[in-house]
């Protein structure tokens, strides 16, 4: 079975410092790959996602990832951080092993806290 | 337009009751899922639907659990005889297709206690 693992589970910056969060996955074959965000009290919504094409995928808020296949990695990065970006972030994987039709699996998330 | 809505946002129920929670999704969404969240176990998938048919049941975690979808949209999981280990927010997300290049949209959760 598909597995996400996420390595830092609490991560404390200050505004204006550069954020990478690491995501490894499993699977070898085909998959799909995505970054949720769920910010205090609001649903998770999805922050960017890679199917194909260019490694590098830029997403909203000024956040991109780069997905390195012989790694099986897809870490978050964001240059320069803002209090506002305080949330749990979730990677989350898809993969083709069940026709395409399964739900995602996502790894234990990472608490995000920016002090300013 | 709309997201996706879920209900009660807050469910206390005590061991051994039945609950019963509701899912409705965004308007045309055809593929509708549920998971849950907590603490010990992160986000799980349980149940897809595509149309009103789910075709793997495998990922709900007893046969407690189970799960409709009635005329393509409103979908409910029910659970009965809760257990505090059923004690989770419980997650529905839809997205357009049945395909994995179709974002899910999450909605609000209904988190559920059992006492």
């Known amino acids: 079975a598909q597995s996400v693992s996420q390595h830092n589970h609490h991560v404390i910056l200050s505004e204006a410092a550069s954020l990478e969060l690491g995501c490894n996955y499993s699977?070898?074959?085909?998959?799909?790959l995505f970054w949720y965000v769920q910010y205090p009290g609001q649903h998770l919504q999805l922050l960017l996602k890679?199917?194909?094409?260019?490694?590098l995928v830029k997403g909203i808020k000024g956040f991109e990832a780069e997905f390195i296949k012989s790694k099986f990695s897809f870490n978050l990065r964001k240059p320069s951080v803002q209090w506002s970006d305080t949330a749990e972030y979730f990677c989350?994987?898809?993969?083709?092993?069940?026709?395409?039709?399964?739900?995602?699996?996502f790894g234990k998330g990472t608490h995000l806290i920016i002090q300013p | 337009g709309a997201g996706v809505s879920q209900s009660p946002s807050n469910k206390v129920t005590e061991k051994g009751k039945d609950v019963e929670l509701r899912c409705d999704p965004i308007?045309?969404?055809?593929?509708l899922y549920w998971y849950r969240q907590s603490l010990g176990q992160g986000l799980e998938f349980l149940i897809y639907?595509?149309?009103?048919?789910?075709?793997?049941k495998s990922g709900l975690p007893s046969d407690r659990f189970s799960a409709e979808r009635t005329g393509g949209s409103v979908s409910t999981l029910t659970i009965q005889r809760t257990q505090q280990e059923d004690s989770a927010v419980y997650l529905c997300?839809?997205?357009?297709?049945?395909?994995?290049?179709?974002?899910?949209?999450f909605g609000p959760g209904t988190r559920l206690t059992v006492t």
């Open positions: 308007s045309g969404h055809t593929a």
């Open positions: 997300a839809s997205s357009f297709q049945m395909t994995p290049t179709y974002e899910q949209y």
């Open positions: 989350a994987v898809n993969d083709y092993s069940g026709g395409g039709a399964d739900g995602l699996t």
């Open positions: 639907f595509q149309g009103n048919s789910a075709p793997d």
């Open positions: 699977y070898g074959g085909t998959v799909n």
């Open positions: 890679y199917f194909s094409g260019d490694p």
